[in-house]
């Protein structure tokens, strides 16, 4: 696996963000990808997908506010500082424009931005982003209910154990953590969670900001981001993912100037279930966003304009 560089980052309110950074080494002409993570995870758990793409690629990975080390917010009101501090990285740390790629929470700050900023962006590659409905249609209530259920489990979340080991045993034990491979989990509990003094271990994400992510996310915006957008995207879907409607996304996909929607076995989770397949789908995308669509080789589109 490629070699992390870990970084610091103050954004423009004075938090300090961490993110680390897999480049590509030799490769002249390797496209630079920002990728964020999604809600409550740090960029690391995403290493199995991003540290070893081919062709290469050099990917920064942003822990945004509150996330894998990065300063935790006095408070959260709405997502416009989350975008905030993603823009300031790209613009000041990076040579614009660059391939914008996240998943779910990660997913719609990227399209967003490239709909705020497309000067910035030279590609969009999106996993799994959060859409409940076509374009004008109310979110179905059983797909409500669902979201309420996972905003209360936020709510109850476990946020402190005695050790890593004993928070490790306890999670692979539990709801979605149980379906994850076991390197995503081992790189949750090292990064995703910090020592706490006089002993153990606490969640870097606390639980409170997690929730008011949840409730402060966008409904029915995503389509008219998608409308300002001005490049191409890849999006991937995992084909029992709970929070994307696959009519819904389509539809957004036929928004985008032009867009490829790869489906992939697998939740809402699929990055952290599946990681080598994650990681071969992402580097088709990337190659599609390159011109190298000869090279796809996993995955069929499931719809393409």
Known sequence: MRQERPFRFRGPEGLTLTGVAWDAGSAYTAPQVVFSPGNGFPVQVYAGVLADLSPPATVHGLNPRGHGGSDVPARFGDWAPLLADLRAYVEQR???????????????????????????????????????????????????????????????????????????????????????????????????????????????CPPWLELAIYQTAPKAEQFAWAERVRCEAVILRGDTSVPVDPAALNELAEVLPIATVLTLRGGHMFPMEHPSATGRAVAAGLRILCGETGALTTAAPESTR
């Open 94 to 204: 990076l040579s614009p424009p660059v391939v914008l790629a996240g998943h779910s929470l990660g997913a719609m700050l990227s399209l967003w931005l490239a709909a705020e900023a497309p000067q910035l962006a030279a590609g969009l590659l999106l996993l799994d982003p959060i859409l409940r409905a076509r374009r004008g249609q109310p979110w179905p209530s059983a797909r409500q209910t669902e979201a309420h259920q996972l905003m209360e489990r936020t709510r109850r979340r476990r946020a402190r154990w005695p050790s890593r080991p004993l928070a490790q045993a306890a999670l692979a034990r539990s709801g979605g953590y149980s379906y994850w491979a076991r390197e995503p989990l081992r790189r949750f509990c090292e990064v995703g969670l910090i020592d706490e003094d006089p002993g153990g271990v606490v969640l870097a």
